[in-house]
């Protein structure tokens, strides 16, 4: 998991559901020598890799510099991301020849069929890290204008993607990853891809991903404003004294009631379900 700052609470909440099987390695991304003594207290990783305390590292040279240092299989998780079904890490980590990473969550793609997303991957590090080496690539947020190695650009048009046909729909660029992943397609390589178990349906998840919960004071539409109040609301319920005194006193002294409202449209399209649904991953 990689943790910035703000993000302890939530970091406590997600970890509670990992088996005792699996190695929880902590990134500390901006993350400064309090908020980490108190997520080793709280959440309890095996390992904490600090970064720069004075910047959050952006996640794609987080990924890049994990690729670096670690050549065996690895997998990563948001934090705010909730895996109610141990069976799911099992799977997640058995990856057959020629398979780049596993996978629960995706999107569709008008080249590709889907496209992973970040939320809660598995990756053959190996087959990753020569995909880079090979085409002089990175995990960044990227697009042809940024003048793409040409041994790249040559690769991706065998599958249909230009700089008028991107991966993603209403995308026109490659997000996180997907500049990788779509080289890999290109290649030959597969994903594994769990499509049985649930990772969106509320009450019946085996893994839910809340999502937005990077900025708690953001403004920015309905995907930043819910995790906003996802973020508040779970301040709330902390049972330790210390680490809500702290964050308010960096963040402010609002109330999840305050995200919304000056966004009632927000609230509505949230909707009631959910916002019930969110009550079961504060216990």
Same mark, same amino acid.
């Given at each position: 998991m990689v943790g910035i700052p703000g993000s302890v609470h939530i970091l406590k909440l997600s970890a509670k559901y990992l088996p005792d099987s699996e190695n929880l390695i902590l990134i500390a991304n901006g993350m400064d020598e309090w908020e980490i003594g108190k997520a080793k207290r709280l959440v309890k990783p095996r390992h904490v890799i600090s970064l720069d305390e004075k910047q959050v590292v952006p996640h794609g040279k987080v990924l890049d510099m994990l690729f670096d240092n670690f050549p065996r299989p690895f997998g990563i998780l948001d934090y705010d991301c909730f895996v109610f079904n141990p069976a799911c890490f099992k799977q997640m980590n058995s990856l057959e020849d020629g398979q780049m990473m596993s996978t629960i969550f995706y999107q569709g793609s008008p080249m590709l069929g889907r496209t992973p997303q970040t939320f809660f991957l598995f990756f053959n590090a190996t087959i990753i890290q020569s995909l880079?080496?090979?085409?002089k690539v990175n995990c960044g947020i990227t697009d042809f204008s940024k003048r793409l190695p040409g041994g790249a650009v040559r690769k991706l048009k065998e599958i249909g993607i230009d700089e008028h046909h991107y991966p993603e729909y209403n995308k026109p660029y490659f997000d996180t990853l997907r500049l990788i992943y779509s080289l890999g397609v290109a290649e030959g390589y597969k994903v594994n891809f769990l499509d049985h178990y649930h990772a969106d349906s509320m009450n019946n998840a085996?893994?839910?991903?809340? $999502?937005?919960?990077?900025?708690?004071?953001?403004?920015? $539409?309905?995907w930043g404003v819910r995790g906003s109040y996802f973020w508040w609301r779970a301040l709330e319920t902390c049972e330790d004294k210390e680490l809500k005194?702290?964050?308010?006193?960096?963040f402010g002294n609002r109330t999840s009631q305050d995200v919304f409202r000056n966004f009632p449209e927000y609230r509505e399209r949230t909707g009631q379900a959910l916002l019930d649904f969110y009550e079961t991953l504060l216990v």
């Amino acid at each position: 998991m990689v943790g910035i700052p703000g993000s302890v609470h939530i970091l406590k909440l997600s970890a509670k559901y990992l088996p005792d099987s699996e190695n929880l390695i902590l990134i500390a991304n901006g993350m400064d020598e309090w908020e980490i003594g108190k997520a080793k207290r709280l959440v309890k990783p095996r390992h904490v890799i600090s970064l720069d305390e004075k910047q959050v590292v952006p996640h794609g040279k987080v990924l890049d510099m994990l690729f670096d240092n670690f050549p065996r299989p690895f997998g990563i998780l948001d934090y705010d991301c909730f895996v109610f079904n141990p069976a799911c890490f099992k799977q997640m980590n058995s990856l057959e020849d020629g398979q780049m990473m596993s996978t629960i969550f995706y999107q569709g793609s008008p080249m590709l069929g889907r496209t992973p997303q970040t939320f809660f991957l598995f990756f053959n590090a190996t087959i990753i890290q020569s995909l880079r080496k090979k085409y002089k690539v990175n995990c960044g947020i990227t697009d042809f204008s940024k003048r793409l190695p040409g041994g790249a650009v040559r690769k991706l048009k065998e599958i249909g993607i230009d700089e008028h046909h991107y991966p993603e729909y209403n995308k026109p660029y490659f997000d996180t990853l997907r500049l990788i992943y779509s080289l890999g397609v290109a290649e030959g390589y597969k994903v594994n891809f769990l499509d049985h178990y649930h990772a969106d349906s509320m009450n019946n998840a085996d893994v839910f991903h809340v $999502g937005g919960v990077a900025d708690p004071n953001t403004t920015y $539409g309905w995907w930043g404003v819910r995790g906003s109040y996802f973020w508040w609301r779970a301040l709330e319920t902390c049972e330790d004294k210390e680490l809500k005194s702290r964050y308010n006193e960096r963040f402010g002294n609002r109330t999840s009631q305050d995200v919304f409202r000056n966004f009632p449209e927000y609230r509505e399209r949230t909707g009631q379900a959910l916002l019930d649904f969110y009550e079961t991953l504060l216990v």
